[in-house]
C-alpha cells in the first residue's frame, strides 16, 4: 500500500531541498561524448543521492543501515566501472596503456626430452612432487575478461587518477562483489557508514582528477 499523497509531497520535498537541482546533474558528466551513457550515469547517480537521503532521514540503524551502506556501494561502485570502462575503451582505446590490457602473462607448459626433463626432476625434487617445466607467454584476452584493478592501474598510468585514488577504486570494487552474502560471509566483510560515505565523496575527486587528466592529454601536458 503506497504512502497517502500528502506525505508523499512531504518526503520529496525533504529529499529535493537537500539534492541539487535536475540541471546541475545535466552538466555533470557533459564530457562522456557518449549521450546514451552520459544520460544514463545522469540518473544513476540522481537516484542514488536520493536513496541515500530518503534512509539518511530515517536514521537508519541495523539492518536498514546495512542495505544504506550496500545500496551505495553497489551503486558507485558501478558508476565506478561504467566511466572507467568508457574512458578506456572507448575515448582513449588507441593508448598503448589500453592495448597492453588485452595482453596477459600466461604459464605456458613446455615439452622437453625425457633425459633432460629426468635431470630436472632430479635437480629440482620438492618432497616427492611432480616438477613441470612451463615458459611465460604474452597471450590476448578479451574485453569481458580484463580485470578492475588492472583498468584502475592503467587509468592510473594513463594520468587520469592518481595512486592513492586508484587504490580506493579498487577497495570499492572488492566490496561490490562481496555484496553477495557468500561472499561476504567468507571474507568476513564488516559494512560501516565510512564506505558509503567515502564512495560518494570519492566521486568527485574522480570526476575532478578526470577532468584535469584529460585537460593534459588534450593539451599534449606531462601527466
Not at 140 to 149: A, G, N, Q, V, Y
Request: charged residues 35%; neutral net charge; glycine residues 2%.
Amino acid at each position: 500500500m503506497p504512502f497517502k499523497e500528502e506525505l508523499i509531497t512531504e518526503i520529496d520535498e525533504y529529499v529535493t531541498s537537500h539534492l541539487p537541482k535536475d540541471d546541475w546533474y545535466e552538466n555533470y558528466f557533459s564530457f562522456i561524448e557518449d549521450r546514451q551513457l552520459a544520460e544514463r550515469l545522469e540518473k544513476e547517480y540522481k537516484t542514488i543521492r536520493y536513496i541515500y537521503k530518503i534512509l539518511e532521514g530515517l536514521k537508519s540503524t541495523d539492518e536498514l543501515l546495512l542495505a544504506q551502506i550496500r545500496i551505495q556501494v553497489i551503486f558507485y561502485a558501478s558508476i565506478y566501472e561504467a566511466m572507467v570502462h568508457y574512458l578506456l575503451f572507448d575515448k582513449l582505446k588507441d593508448r598503448e596503456e589500453v592495448k597492453e590490457l588485452f595482453f596477459i602473462i600466461m604459464p605456458v607448459e613446455v615439452s622437453i626430452p625425457q633425459h633432460k626433463k629426468v635431470k630436472i626432476i632430479e635437480a629440482l625434487e620438492h618432497n616427492g612432487s611432480k616438477i613441470l617445466t612451463y615458459e611465460k607467454r604474452k597471450k590476448k584476452t578479451i574485453e569481458s575478461k580484463i580485470r578492475f584493478d588492472s583498468k584502475a592501474d592503467a587509468m592510473c598510468k594513463i594520468g587520469l587518477i592518481d595512486e592513492k585514488l586508484k587504490k580506493e577504486l579498487v577497495k570499492f570494487y572488492e566490496y561490490r562483489n562481496a555484496i553477495h552474502i557468500h561472499a561476504e560471509i567468507k571474507k568476513d566483510i564488516e559494512y560501516e557508514l565510512t564506505m558509503a560515505i567515502d564512495s560518494y565523496r570519492r566521486f568527485q575527486v574522480f570526476r575532478e582528477q578526470i577532468l584535469l587528466g584529460l585537460k593534459k592529454l588534450e593539451q599534449n601536458e606531462p601527466i
